[in-house]
Protein backbone atom coordinates (compact mmCIF):
# COMPACT_ATOMS: atom_id res chain seq x y z
CA UNK A 1 0.00 0.00 0.00
CA UNK A 2 2.92 2.39 0.78
CA UNK A 3 4.56 2.15 -2.18
CA UNK A 4 2.02 2.62 -4.71
CA UNK A 5 0.71 5.59 -3.17
CA UNK A 6 4.35 7.23 -2.57
CA UNK A 7 4.99 6.65 -6.15
CA UNK A 8 1.47 8.52 -6.89
CA UNK A 9 2.61 11.18 -4.78
CA UNK A 10 6.01 11.71 -6.33
CA UNK A 11 4.54 11.64 -9.98
CA UNK A 12 1.21 13.62 -9.53
CA UNK A 13 3.01 16.46 -7.38
CA UNK A 14 6.45 17.89 -6.43
CA UNK A 15 5.71 17.14 -2.80
CA UNK A 16 8.39 15.14 -1.01
CA UNK A 17 8.75 11.44 -0.77
CA UNK A 18 11.42 10.04 1.60
CA UNK A 19 14.28 8.60 -0.46
CA UNK A 20 13.84 5.12 0.88
CA UNK A 21 10.63 4.70 -0.86
CA UNK A 22 11.90 6.44 -4.27
CA UNK A 23 12.61 2.88 -6.10
CA UNK A 24 9.61 1.49 -7.63
CA UNK A 25 9.17 -1.37 -10.12
CA UNK A 26 6.31 -1.95 -12.44
CA UNK A 27 3.59 -3.36 -11.11
CA UNK A 28 4.14 -0.42 -8.27
CA UNK A 29 3.35 1.76 -10.84
CA UNK A 30 0.29 0.03 -12.28
CA UNK A 31 -1.29 0.21 -8.64
CA UNK A 32 -0.34 3.71 -8.00
CA UNK A 33 -3.40 4.34 -10.67
CA UNK A 34 -6.23 3.17 -7.97
CA UNK A 35 -4.33 6.28 -5.30
CA UNK A 36 -4.42 9.18 -7.64
CA UNK A 37 -7.92 10.21 -6.35
CA UNK A 38 -6.15 9.96 -3.01
CA UNK A 39 -3.71 12.39 -3.98
CA UNK A 40 -6.25 14.73 -5.37
CA UNK A 41 -7.45 14.89 -1.91
CA UNK A 42 -3.85 15.48 -0.34
CA UNK A 43 -3.95 18.30 -2.96
CA UNK A 44 -6.74 19.98 -2.20
CA UNK A 45 -6.21 19.49 1.96
CA UNK A 46 -2.93 21.50 1.33
CA UNK A 47 -4.82 23.81 -1.18
CA UNK A 48 -7.26 24.19 2.21
CA UNK A 49 -4.73 24.95 4.22
CA UNK A 50 -2.60 27.49 2.13
CA UNK A 51 -6.17 29.52 1.36
CA UNK A 52 -6.97 29.91 5.18
CA UNK A 53 -4.13 31.43 6.18
CA UNK A 54 -4.34 33.56 3.38
CA UNK A 55 -7.40 34.45 5.20
CA UNK A 56 -6.29 35.58 8.41
CA UNK A 57 -3.76 38.28 6.38
CA UNK A 58 -5.30 41.39 4.83
CA UNK A 59 -5.82 39.32 1.78
CA UNK A 60 -8.86 37.65 2.98
CA UNK A 61 -11.07 41.47 1.35
CA UNK A 62 -9.09 40.84 -1.98
CA UNK A 63 -10.83 37.54 -3.41
CA UNK A 64 -9.41 37.52 -6.85
CA UNK A 65 -5.01 38.18 -5.82
CA UNK A 66 -6.54 35.39 -3.14
CA UNK A 67 -7.39 33.37 -5.47
CA UNK A 68 -4.86 34.07 -8.08
CA UNK A 69 -2.22 32.69 -5.21
CA UNK A 70 -3.84 29.51 -4.45
CA UNK A 71 -3.76 28.94 -8.14
CA UNK A 72 -0.15 29.39 -8.14
CA UNK A 73 0.38 27.30 -5.53
CA UNK A 74 -1.67 24.63 -7.39
CA UNK A 75 0.40 24.70 -10.19
CA UNK A 76 3.57 24.36 -8.22
CA UNK A 77 2.45 21.41 -5.89
CA UNK A 78 1.65 19.86 -9.80
CA UNK A 79 5.09 21.17 -11.23
CA UNK A 80 2.77 22.12 -14.29
CA UNK A 81 2.39 18.17 -14.73
CA UNK A 82 -1.35 18.34 -16.19
CA UNK A 83 -0.84 21.88 -17.50
CA UNK A 84 1.99 20.34 -19.81
CA UNK A 85 -0.30 17.73 -21.24
CA UNK A 86 -3.01 20.03 -21.98
CA UNK A 87 -0.37 22.31 -24.09
CA UNK A 88 1.22 19.35 -25.99
CA UNK A 89 -2.63 18.03 -26.77
CA UNK A 90 -3.82 21.47 -27.80
CA UNK A 91 -0.51 21.63 -30.16
CA UNK A 92 -1.76 18.17 -31.49
CA UNK A 93 -5.36 18.79 -31.65
CA UNK A 94 -4.19 22.07 -33.85
CA UNK A 95 -1.41 21.00 -35.65
CA UNK A 96 -2.60 16.97 -36.48
CA UNK A 97 -4.93 17.79 -39.17
CA UNK A 98 -7.14 15.27 -38.32
CA UNK A 99 -4.14 12.98 -38.78
CA UNK A 100 -3.36 10.01 -35.79
CA UNK A 101 0.25 9.97 -36.38
CA UNK A 102 1.09 13.36 -36.87
CA UNK A 103 -1.13 14.08 -33.95
CA UNK A 104 0.62 11.58 -31.88
CA UNK A 105 4.12 13.02 -33.38
CA UNK A 106 3.91 16.88 -32.52
CA UNK A 107 2.38 15.82 -28.68
CA UNK A 108 5.45 14.43 -28.39
CA UNK A 109 7.55 17.01 -29.29
CA UNK A 110 8.93 19.22 -26.23
CA UNK A 111 8.29 22.48 -27.79
CA UNK A 112 5.35 24.49 -27.25
CA UNK A 113 3.84 25.95 -30.01
CA UNK A 114 0.68 28.66 -29.95
CA UNK A 115 -1.84 26.46 -29.41
CA UNK A 116 -0.31 25.54 -25.95
CA UNK A 117 0.44 28.76 -24.60
CA UNK A 118 -3.41 30.00 -25.91
CA UNK A 119 -4.95 26.83 -24.08
CA UNK A 120 -2.85 26.83 -21.08
CA UNK A 121 -3.24 30.34 -20.01
CA UNK A 122 -6.95 30.15 -20.74
CA UNK A 123 -7.72 27.70 -18.74
CA UNK A 124 -5.73 29.33 -16.04
CA UNK A 125 -7.50 32.52 -16.31
CA UNK A 126 -10.63 30.53 -16.37
CA UNK A 127 -10.04 28.19 -13.17
CA UNK A 128 -8.68 32.13 -11.13
CA UNK A 129 -11.93 33.79 -11.74
CA UNK A 130 -14.11 31.21 -10.79
CA UNK A 131 -12.21 29.93 -8.01
CA UNK A 132 -12.14 33.70 -6.49
CA UNK A 133 -16.24 33.21 -7.18
CA UNK A 134 -16.28 29.79 -5.42
CA UNK A 135 -13.75 30.60 -2.40
CA UNK A 136 -16.91 33.28 -1.96
CA UNK A 137 -19.10 30.35 -1.48
CA UNK A 138 -17.81 27.62 -0.25
CA UNK A 139 -13.66 27.45 0.29
CA UNK A 140 -14.13 23.04 1.37
CA UNK A 141 -14.76 23.06 -2.44
CA UNK A 142 -11.33 22.75 -2.50
CA UNK A 143 -11.14 19.06 -1.19
CA UNK A 144 -13.42 18.23 -4.21
CA UNK A 145 -12.29 19.61 -7.45
CA UNK A 146 -8.86 18.23 -7.47
CA UNK A 147 -10.28 14.60 -6.09
CA UNK A 148 -13.19 14.67 -8.98
CA UNK A 149 -10.61 15.32 -11.45
CA UNK A 150 -8.40 12.46 -11.28
CA UNK A 151 -11.30 10.00 -10.70
CA UNK A 152 -12.30 11.08 -14.00
CA UNK A 153 -8.51 10.66 -15.18
CA UNK A 154 -8.94 7.16 -13.41
CA UNK A 155 -12.22 6.41 -15.18
CA UNK A 156 -10.28 7.56 -18.26
CA UNK A 157 -7.90 5.20 -18.29
CA UNK A 158 -9.87 1.91 -17.29
CA UNK A 159 -12.75 2.60 -20.41
CA UNK A 160 -10.50 3.80 -23.10
CA UNK A 161 -7.21 2.38 -24.56
CA UNK A 162 -4.03 3.52 -24.85
CA UNK A 163 -3.38 5.01 -27.82
CA UNK A 164 0.72 4.38 -28.44
CA UNK A 165 2.94 1.65 -27.60
CA UNK A 166 5.14 3.23 -25.34
CA UNK A 167 4.68 6.39 -23.09
CA UNK A 168 4.57 8.03 -19.51
CA UNK A 169 0.55 6.66 -19.30
CA UNK A 170 1.42 3.55 -19.98
CA UNK A 171 1.94 1.37 -16.94
CA UNK A 172 -1.65 3.21 -15.58
CA UNK A 173 -3.18 1.49 -18.56
CA UNK A 174 -2.51 -1.91 -18.44
CA UNK A 175 -3.81 -4.93 -15.88
CA UNK A 176 -6.39 -2.34 -14.29
CA UNK A 177 -8.89 -4.05 -11.87
CA UNK A 178 -12.23 -2.96 -13.04
CA UNK A 179 -14.02 -3.84 -9.97
CA UNK A 180 -11.74 -2.29 -7.86
CA UNK A 181 -11.90 0.95 -9.63
CA UNK A 182 -16.07 0.97 -9.34
CA UNK A 183 -15.68 0.32 -6.31
CA UNK A 184 -13.67 3.05 -5.89
CA UNK A 185 -15.37 5.67 -7.68
CA UNK A 186 -19.19 4.22 -6.09
CA UNK A 187 -17.34 5.70 -2.79
CA UNK A 188 -15.65 8.78 -3.84
CA UNK A 189 -19.31 9.41 -5.51
CA UNK A 190 -21.18 8.59 -2.37
CA UNK A 191 -18.82 10.66 -0.36
CA UNK A 192 -19.30 13.88 -2.72
CA UNK A 193 -23.15 13.49 -2.39
CA UNK A 194 -23.24 13.31 1.33
CA UNK A 195 -20.61 15.85 1.89
CA UNK A 196 -21.95 18.42 -0.50
CA UNK A 197 -25.47 17.50 -1.07
CA UNK A 198 -27.85 17.92 -4.10
CA UNK A 199 -24.74 20.21 -5.36
CA UNK A 200 -22.31 17.64 -5.34
CA UNK A 201 -24.15 15.00 -7.11
CA UNK A 202 -24.98 17.63 -10.07
CA UNK A 203 -21.16 18.36 -10.41
CA UNK A 204 -20.40 14.51 -10.53
CA UNK A 205 -22.60 14.13 -13.50
CA UNK A 206 -21.30 17.07 -14.85
CA UNK A 207 -17.67 16.17 -14.71
CA UNK A 208 -18.96 12.19 -16.24
CA UNK A 209 -20.83 14.03 -18.77
CA UNK A 210 -17.32 16.66 -19.87
CA UNK A 211 -15.07 13.56 -19.38
CA UNK A 212 -17.35 11.39 -21.75
CA UNK A 213 -17.12 14.35 -24.18
CA UNK A 214 -13.18 14.66 -23.72
CA UNK A 215 -13.25 10.73 -24.17
CA UNK A 216 -15.21 11.00 -27.99
CA UNK A 217 -12.37 13.31 -29.04
CA UNK A 218 -9.93 11.62 -28.28
CA UNK A 219 -10.84 8.22 -29.80
CA UNK A 220 -11.93 9.86 -32.80
CA UNK A 221 -8.29 11.59 -33.17
CA UNK A 222 -5.95 9.26 -31.63
CA UNK A 223 -8.49 6.01 -31.13
CA UNK A 224 -7.38 6.17 -27.26
CA UNK A 225 -6.12 8.09 -24.34
CA UNK A 226 -2.32 9.37 -23.61
CA UNK A 227 -0.61 10.59 -20.82
CA UNK A 228 -1.31 14.08 -22.11
CA UNK A 229 -4.59 13.78 -22.99
CA UNK A 230 -5.44 12.50 -19.33
CA UNK A 231 -3.83 15.23 -18.38
CA UNK A 232 -5.30 17.47 -20.23
CA UNK A 233 -8.38 16.10 -18.58
CA UNK A 234 -7.68 16.73 -15.00
CA UNK A 235 -6.54 20.77 -15.88
CA UNK A 236 -10.20 20.80 -18.04
CA UNK A 237 -12.12 19.15 -15.62
CA UNK A 238 -10.85 21.06 -12.48
CA UNK A 239 -11.35 24.67 -14.60
CA UNK A 240 -15.12 23.40 -15.65
CA UNK A 241 -15.62 21.84 -12.44
CA UNK A 242 -15.74 25.04 -10.73
CA UNK A 243 -17.64 26.89 -13.15
CA UNK A 244 -19.76 24.26 -13.18
CA UNK A 245 -20.09 24.81 -9.13
CA UNK A 246 -20.96 28.67 -9.70
CA UNK A 247 -23.73 26.99 -12.44
CA UNK A 248 -25.11 24.66 -9.60
CA UNK A 249 -25.13 27.34 -7.00
Same mark, same amino acid.
Given at each position: ??? *?????????????? *??????????????????? *???? $?L?????????????????????????? &??????? $???????????G???D????G???????????????S??????????????K??????? &?????????A?P???R??????????????P??????????????????????????I??????????????? $???????????????????????????? &?????G $????????
Open positions: MTK *PLCFAILFLTRLPV *PKAWQHFDTQTQRQSIYWH *PVVG $LIGAILLGFHHAIQSTGLATYPLPAAA &LVGLAWV $LITGGLHLDGLDSAGWLGYGDKERTLTIMKDSYGAAAVIAISSVLLLVCALAAV &LQINSAWLLILLATCSLLLFCTTAYAREGLGTPFSQGLDIGIIISLILVIAASAWFYGFQGVGLCICL $LILTAGLRHQMIQRIDGVTGDTAGATIE &LTEAF $LVFILMLS
